[in-house]
């Protein structure tokens, strides 16, 4: 019993020790969708978890009254487009009698030219009328798609000129009330604390039958398990491999911890 405990005791002894950070989750820098005046910031959220309040505000009232006079315009266009689909239905039946009559006239043998002409052009006449309203209706139907496509497109760009971040971190507010926000611009840092990570890095030995070791946090051994190894080597550390551990975040963020894998 006691060679076969000196055989696994250097296991233990030797295990490789690693410290790692205790981090969000995710760390998300929010830039800007839209350009505009910032004209409200709530430095308070800043170190907090944001509620539903509005972070960071860029001017939307120009894009607000667009959008009150597009949606009127709409309204206004779809009845026109009803009134003209009246007044289809009116030329369409007037259109049939005056082929119809034409159709009588020209059949008859009795009939004069004169008839027949006069015939023909009111049936011309009235399919003319009948295609000359079918035409507005399809461009009336045309204004209405581009109207319905731009109210979507308003009330996207009044969406992301107000930064929400409920549920979010507040880590750091980038900008100031007063400047200016161009597209791609930083607004604000935030973090997901839902779950915690901690990044260690591996060399090839201890890579060996990973599966089955055990991790070991401030020399306990714990239930969590390593959630991804990369397999190309870091870029700043050239001989290790990054892997990373998420768990619950039952340890205080930015606290060093001391990692074992036994």
């Known amino acids: 019993m006691k060679i076969i405990l000196l055989i696994f005791l ?18 998300a820098t929010i830039k800007a969708s839209t350009a505009g005046i910032i004209i409200k910031v709530d430095l308070s959220a800043e170190g907090k978890v944001a509620g539903e309040g509005v972070i960071v505000q860029i001017d939307d009232a120009m894009d607000i009254i667009n959008l ?17 689909g009246e007044i289809i239905g009116g030329l369409q039946k007037s259109y049939e009698i005056k082929k119809s009559y034409f159709d009588r006239v020209n059949s008859l043998q009795t009939s004069t030219k004169t008839q027949k002409d006069n015939a023909y052009g009111a049936l011309i006449g009235a399919k003319n009328q ?8 399809v461009n009336l139907q045309k204004q209405i798609l581009d109207l319905e496509y731009k109210i979507k497109m308003l009330n996207d760009t009044i969406a992301k000129k107000s930064l929400k971040l409920q549920g979010r971190y507040i880590y750091k507010i980038m900008v100031r009330a007063g400047e ?15 779950k915690a990570k901690l990044t260690i890095y591996l060399d ?41 551990i998420i768990l619950e975040p039952r340890y205080p963020f930015s606290s060093l911890i001391k990692i074992e894998l036994k």
């Open 180 to 194: 200016f926000a161009s597209p791609g611009m930083p607004l604000a840092m935030a973090d997901d604390l839902s």
């Open 10 to 27: 250097p296991l233990f002894i030797f295990a490789k020790v690693h410290y790692a950070k205790v981090e969000p989750l995710e760390r």
């Open 68 to 84: 009150d006079t597009s949606r009127s315009s709409l309204k206004l266009l779809r009845e026109t487009l009803r009134i003209n």
């Open 130 to 137: 009948l295609l000359s309203t079918s035409e507005k209706v």
């Open 204 to 244: 090839q030995d201890e890579l060996k039958d990973i599966k089955n070791k055990k991790v070991y946090i401030d020399g306990e051994e714990s239930e969590v398990e390593i959630t991804r190894i990369w397999r190309v080597a870091d870029e700043k550390f050239i001989s290790a491999y990054r892997a990373e």
